[in-house]
């Protein structure tokens, strides 16, 4: 799997509800993944279809032909595209405000036992060089509370 990062760019909305279908049942056929996508939008057969190449252009795709149809397959790991949009959205935000914007998205998000066991595990090991507070990083001399 190659990292997002090193694809040609970023991943629009359009592009993430084709992705999150592929990820969810790859290898997967052109017909599959318009059927799922009109289930879900009132995209015609030809959006997909050029949504699709465009995801193969990216090279976020790879693609066989089976017969009349195309079997898509992701080149990208789902978690790892995931944890790179939400460092990019992270890195534009003040560094002393991310831990309550973490909280409010804990608060909000479902998560499983396994995965909040896992938090409490870093949290833990955090919790040893953390400092008492994280400076504001918006104006280059770090000494302002915003």
Known sequence: MVKLQEK????????????????????????????????????SESTIKTLLRRLVKKNLLSTKKEGRHFVYTAKVNQTQVMTEAAQELLDRMCDMHK?????QLLTDSPISKSDLAKMQ????????????????NCLPDKEHVC
């Open 121 to 136: 595990q870093v949290i833990s090991e955090k919790e040893k060089s953390a400092p008492d507070m994280v400076p504001c």
């Open 8 to 43: 040609e760019s970023t991943i629009s909305d359009s592009e993430w509800e084709a992705m999150r279908i592929i990820w969810t049942l790859e290898p997967v056929s052109s017909t599959k993944i318009i059927e799922e996508l009109q289930a879900k939008k009132d995209w």
């Open 99 to 103: 831990g309550e914007v973490l909280l």
